[in-house]
């Protein structure tokens, strides 16, 4: 049974702010020493699946340079498949941008149709982060003799207005699907996974692509679509950890669950490593006196005397100077916390700047909203500077840009002219 999985990785990801202000979401990096898209793209190698498309759009410079030509996911390969990066393209006089998942997958039908013919078309997203193998949904689909099945997971009530909601029969054959219903029937969730016969994805899509009042989705218009005209529709139950991290608050949320006792996501489950292209750093170093608890340390950080990191997660290069303090933090690669700074609940993107004693952020357990502060790629935030809960600093500030020293809670100064790649 040849399988080819199509992961789609041009979501703009608007909702993560400045971390997707220069890169697509699935190139967020995560983790420490990951991307997003690491995941998804493990979760095949590890699941025997080695015919992998990419489908990209929304900047995709950093996606293209992380993953090459597969060779960390073993996908480095030409005859018996390998990774193929899809970019969006001009051709028929009447071809656009991708408007909707469906259409991505659409517009490159000719060659996910192509040598060698696959019998399966695995649907993919590349912004979740879980471990999952294939093969059993594989093997679910083909005992069920299933049209399409769609991977399923249950959410809290309270958050299944985000997802495609789905109520199934006693065989799990889906009877129903709505798309992020403000009044959810139900809380079996679509997790953005699906497994289409060939020739069902094919004629389906073409019959989507003639409807005008179509948004060209899959879980808007195809799955509910393909319901109503009686094909064979599965859910697949999926009971493992799942995360879209689509927003800033689940960005962090999702890091904080792999600090806990024990983590919700083992990363060193041997059984199924997360690959990655990584570059060559020194290793960690820890000076003298510092106090580091429930953390995620990567090569190449440097924890001066005197520091704390509690609950955070440093990226390679990070280094945090004397006596500062990093408390539910996460700290992307190259970015230095200079003396005595103070940094609490914050994410902060790569070669930035936090000046000597500057306060960011601060956590307040009894407040009804995180108050994350969210701080852009090669902003230098200058000596004493006070950030407030929830502000949103822009990339490429220098200390000149910042007229105030005092910026309010949940204030939004904006990038430079310079922001631009």
């Known amino acids: 049974?040849?399988?080819?999985?199509?992961?789609?990785?041009?979501?703009?990801?608007?909702?993560?702010?400045?971390?997707?202000?220069?890169?697509?979401?699935?190139?967020?990096?995560?983790?420490?020493?990951?991307?997003?898209?690491?995941?998804?793209?493990?979760?095949c190698v590890n699941s025997g699946i080695f015919d992998v498309m990419v489908l990209t759009q929304y900047r995709p410079h950093s996606l293209n340079q992380h993953i090459g030509k597969g060779r960390p996911w073993d996908l480095d390969r030409s005859f018996s498949g390998g990774v193929q990066l899809l970019q969006p393209y001009r051709g028929r006089a009447d071809s656009d941008w991708y408007a909707g998942t469906a259409d991505a997958v659409y517009q490159n039908m000719n060659l996910i149709r192509g040598h060698p013919r696959p019998d399966l078309v695995l649907i993919l997203s590349g912004d979740h982060v879980y471990q999952m193998n294939y093969a059993h949904l594989i093997a679910f689909h083909q005992e069920n003799e299933a049209d399409a099945t769609v991977c399923t997971i249950n959410v809290p009530i309270e958050e299944a207005s985000r997802y495609g909601i789905m109520e199934v029969d006693d065989k799990y054959r889906i009877v129903r699907f709505v798309e992020k219903p403000a009044r959810p029937p139900?809380?079996?969730?679509?997790?953005?996974v699906y497994l289409f016969r060939l020739d069902v994805l094919d004629r389906v899509l073409r019959q989507d692509a003639a409807r005008t009042t179509s948004t060209h989705d899959f879980g808007r218009d195809v799955i509910p679509r393909m319901i109503e005209d009686g094909l064979k529709v599965y859910a697949f139950p999926f009971n493992g950890y799942w995360v879209d991290v689509g927003t800033i608050e689940a960005y962090w949320e999702t890091h904080m669950d792999l600090l806990a006792r024990p983590p919700a996501f083992d990363l060193n489950d041997r059984s199924w490593v997360i690959h990655t292209r990584s570059e060559e750093r020194p290793p960690v170093r820890i000076e003298a006196n510092t106090t580091i608890r429930d953390s995620l340390i990567t090569d190449g950080s440097v924890i001066a005397e005197g520091a704390v990191v509690e609950r955070s997660v440093l990226s390679p290069g990070v280094y945090i100077g004397p006596d500062a303090v990093v408390r539910e933090s996460i700290i992307l690669t190259d970015t230095y916390i200079e003396a005595s700074a103070v940094v609490e609940r914050a994410i902060i993107d790569k070669n930035c700047v936090v000046g000597h004693g500057a306060r960011v952020g601060r956590i307040e357990e009894q407040a009804e909203d995180l108050g994350i502060v969210t701080i852009g790629k090669n902003t230098h935030l200058p000596t004493g500077i006070v950030v407030g809960r929830g502000a949103r600093i822009g990339s490429d500030l220098q200390g000149e840009d910042f007229e105030e020293r005092t910026i309010p809670d949940n204030a939004y100064i904006h990038s430079a002219i310079r922001d631009e790649d």
């Open 1 to 43: 049974m040849k399988v080819r999985a199509v992961i789609l990785a041009g979501g703009e990801g608007t909702r993560l702010g400045v971390l997707t202000r220069k890169r697509a979401k699935p190139a967020v990096p995560f983790a420490g020493k990951y991307r997003i898209i690491d995941f998804t793209l493990s979760n």
């Open 186 to 192: 139900g809380t079996l969730a679509s997790m953005g």
